[in-house]
Antibody, heavy 120, light 109 residues
Framework: QITLKESGPTLVKPTQTLTLTCTFS??????????VGWIRQPPGKALEWLAL???????RYSPSLKSRLTITKDTSKNQVVLTMTNMDPVDTATYYC????????????WGQGTLVTVSS | QSALTQPASVSGSPGQSITISCTGT?????????VSWYQQHPGKAPKLMIY???NRPSGVSNRFSGSKSGNTASLTISGLQAEDEADYYC?????????FGTGTKVTVL
């Protein structure tokens, strides 16, 4: 059974760096074809894809946020970490991590999400 | 990289069929057979309903089907049920990244 869970601060100040951790079970991020992505959703708004890391450590980022994002994995701990620099109130959102299957943006298992508020 | 365009809302009566469109460009929807659809109920995480244009994950009802023509992908829900009332998002691969749609609220009348 695949599960994922996001963890990190619920409140960050403007200009600070956000660090979120996705801890998963039921699969290995060293298995060929596997990926873990991050998606966010501002309150009442649409989903926005942020980043993806593959089993072979290939990394992809949203072009509009690429300069602010870093995604890494720790296969031994079954964790994926996303950092986002220079946080702004518009970054207030629920942040999800999700397991990706082969092909396109096929996120078949999602975490429960964590709400991050950016405010001074 | 702009969000894919979806109608803000679609409604139908129980038992009817509805179709949600997802319009992109030749750089995303039209360029790859990599379109997915998600269902999201309020306060819940999204659920994958269709992947790679027209494939259903195990456990998803066959009332849900996907297709694509040119730069527009579509999700059809047949035999509409009260439980189908939710937000729906499309997503596409595009030049080494992904993009989501603007979202569609489905209302069962």
């Amino acid at each position: 059974q695949i599960t994922l869970k996001e963890s990190g601060p619920t409140l960050v100040k403007p200009t600070q760096t956000l660090t979120l951790t996705c801890t998963f079970s039921g699969f290995s991020l060293s298995t060929s074809g596997v990926g873990v992505g991050w998606i966010r959703q501002p309150p009442g708004k649409a989903l926005e894809w942020l980043a993806l890391i593959y089993w072979d450590d290939d990394k992809r980022y949203s072009p509009s946020l690429k300069s602010r994002l870093t995604i890494t994995k720790d296969t031994s701990k079954n964790q994926v970490v996303l950092t986002m620099t220079n946080m702004d109130p518009v970054d207030t959102a629920t942040y999800y991590c999700a397991h990706r299957i082969l092909g396109g943006p096929n996120f078949d298992y999602w975490g429960q999400g964590t709400l991050v508020t950016v405010s001074s | 990289q702009s969000a894919l365009t979806q109608p803000a809302s679609v409604s139908g009566s129980p038992g009817q069929s509805i179709t949600i469109s997802c319009t992109g460009t030749s750089s995303d929807v039209g360029g790859y057979n990599y379109v997915s659809w998600y269902q999201q109920h309020p306060g819940k995480a999204p659920k994958l309903m269709i992947y790679d244009v027209s494939n259903r994950p195990s456990g998803v009802s066959n009332r849900f089907s996907g297709s694509k023509s040119g730069n527009t992908a579509s999700l059809t829900i047949s035999g509409l049920q009260a439980e189908d009332e939710a937000d729906y998002y499309c997503s596409s691969y595009t030049s080494s990244s992904y993009v989501f749609g603007t979202g569609t609220k489905v209302t069962v009348l």
